[in-house]
């Protein structure tokens, strides 16, 4: 069974700094996708990785994939304000009945 | 732009109602899918569709049920509705492409059971 782990679950920071978000998953997957969710809103889409290796960058948010290590980091670099939302990693369970399973999120909390 | 709606943004229903929640997607995707969505718990897949007329169940199915008579919708009802599924409800469309199963995401529904 695919089981997925986000850490932290809740993060607190200050503009300006730099913080990584760590996404663990179970079995054997090469694709994973991010998403954020602004509070009262649906989930956005913001990357989608392929294959051992990828690593995807918008703005401040830059994204990687290991799929040996069955890790995805989500790197956030000076942070600001508006990067305060809630973020889910996702995977593909692959298989004969294809589903993406996710993580609980890590609710980011940047401080002005 | 991808476009998926859901019929409600909040509903409130009594205990033991018949709830219908609906779902519909513009883009001609074959894959639609329900969660819910609790503190804590993160989203949890209650049902899923590959294509027309067909379901699978997700991890928490009990309590729900699904229709998809048409392509672009995709119903999730709740039989008989209790407290214990007051909760947020997000319907998501995706392509079956080898490469990529991204799903995108209706805006929620969010349905308070008293």
């Known amino acids: 069974e695919l089981k997925v782990e986000q850490n932290p679950l809740f993060l607190s920071m200050q503009e300006g700094k730099n913080y990584t978000i760590y996404c663990n998953y179970s079995?054997?997957?090469?694709?994973l996708y991010w998403y954020r969710q602004d509070p009262g809103k649906s989930l956005e889409s913001l990357f989608v990785?392929?294959?051992?290796?990828a690593v995807k960058q918008e703005g401040r948010l830059m994204a990687s994939l290991d799929t040996k290590a069955r890790l995805s980091t989500l790197h956030i670099t000076a942070a600001v304000h508006d990067l305060s939302a809630t973020y889910f990693c996702a995977v593909d369970s692959r298989g004969r009945d294809d589903k993406i399973i996710f993580g609980k999120g890590t609710r980011l909390h940047i401080l002005p | 732009d991808v476009k998926v709606t859901q019929s409600s943004r909040y509903l409130v229903k009594r205990t033991g109602e018949k709830v219908f929640l609906e779902c519909v997607q513009d883009m001609d995707h074959e894959n639609m899918f329900w969660y819910r969505q609790d503190p804590g718990l993160g989203l949890r897949l209650i049902y899923f569709s590959y294509d027309v007329k067909m379901k699978e169940k997700g991890d928490i199915p009990e309590g729900y049920s699904v229709s998809r008579e048409k392509k672009e919708r995709f119903s999730l009802i709740l039989e008989s509705a209790s407290t214990n599924q007051t909760s947020m409800y997000l319907c998501?469309?995706?392509?079956?492409?080898?490469?990529?199963?991204?799903?995108?995401f209706g805006p929620g529904t969010r349905l308070t059971v008293t």
């Open positions: 998501a469309s995706g392509i079956a492409e080898i490469s990529s199963y991204e799903q995108y």
């Open positions: 990785l392929l294959s051992n290796g």
């Open positions: 079995t054997t997957s090469d694709r």
